[in-house]
């Protein structure tokens, strides 16, 4: 890892792409129009971006759709995207640092997030993804002796992607390399917050040998250059991450235009059930990497903790001990373990829920309101608050923040009610040493995603998503490619 001093050395010499890059180039967009990029954690412009919108969603989707029918890349073989896939993942392995750098820069990310997690997570997704391509195959029905059903995968055609600015070139990753693995063409909105690296992550695909006009980045706000996207009438498959309510509208979208397909990875109010058979040292710890890991400013973020009240006093000693860990500080030191919040609004954000749950009763044990200083970033606090109950704002909305609501519970019916008490269904993670209870409990628990004495772990190789308000659809894993494919039947008569 390299020093805080060189970090900051490095960061000064980056090149910051700020226009959209549109079949193989990089280009203004149609209107002019930009916004400012900046630094959460000094406050400080990076540069400009293009603010795309419908025009710039039309000539890239055009572009999308004509280089898809030439089969340029929807037709080579599956080998052959396999390796300039993989040498994509080399590209990007060769400028690990700089990938590093730029989120850290564009959203508050430590850099040691960055450099342990992020990167090397998303190289680990263009790799797996790769090796995919050629190993799915097809299938033959079992039908009568007279004829022969074939069913096989095919590439949809244009992918729209939406992404959040939380996990910037990690979410990117997940919805592209799938996306364009099974042979589709793909127009990725980033979130206007952080569009940095998935702008430099096109350019690299160029240079590995992606056709220009497969993959086009359009950063811009989601009132303009997304929902153009999402109404497009030749985008066959939308695939999003982001909030509920956002998610909502991209349906209501899609049966206005061409009812194309909407995979959605939304909201989530994870539920983190503490038992009194847990490791106490272990779970503490898990409950507040699980709250106050990247800020908080995760969506499995298990920001709703249950305790079974016979071990509570002993546990929250534990917790808070455990919540010391989480230092703010410049995200470009290694020592630090908590960033800025990604803006000023999601900084007050934070403050209002805050304030709301000590309005409704909630205790503050650690942390508390944001003492915000204009120019020096927008930092809130590590923030547990005991004596909170489901019936409190805080503890039954998403705030994407370092606030932790602590509720108790009695019996293991109680715990699974209180967890499953929620319109969300992202993540939920069990503490207990109990075989029989951790099958039963995560077995009930009404969630897309459940962590055993851990949190937030999986690789490759295991789906990410949710149920209920949070969502459909699988990002990683084979499942991933199901999104983007479409299942086509040939039969036939002998």
Known sequence: M?????WKALSETLTLHGQAYINGGFQPAVSGETFDCVNPATEQLLTTVASCDEADVNIAVANAREVFKSGEWSQKHPRERKQIMLKWADLIEQHKDEFALLDTLDMGKSINEMVNIDVPDAIDCFRWTAESIDKVYGEIAPTGN???ALISHEPVGVVGAITPWNYPLLMVSWKIAPALAAGNSVVLKPSEKSPLSALRLAELAVEAGIPAGVLNVLPGFGHTAGKALALHMDVNVLAFTGSTRVAGMLMGYSGQSNMKRIWLEAGGKSPNLVFADCDIKKAAAGAANAIFANQGEVCIACSRLYVEKSI????????????ARFQTGDPLDPATTMGPMVDAAQ???VERYVRSAVEEGGEVVLGGLPEYVEGQGFYAKPTIVDKAHNGMTFVKEEIFGPVLAVCEFET?????????DSEYGLGAAVWTENLSRAHRVSGQIESGMVWVNTWGEGDSTVPFGGVKASGNGRDKSLHALEKYTDVKKVLIRL
């Open 2 to 6: 390299k020093s805080y001093s060189e």
């Open 146 to 148: 007279d004829t022969l």
């Open 312 to 323: 509570k006093e002993q546990f929250m000693a534990a917790l808070i001990e455990e919540a």
């Open 347 to 349: 900084l007050q954000t």
């Open 412 to 420: 293991e019916a109680e715990a699974i009610a209180l967890a499953n």
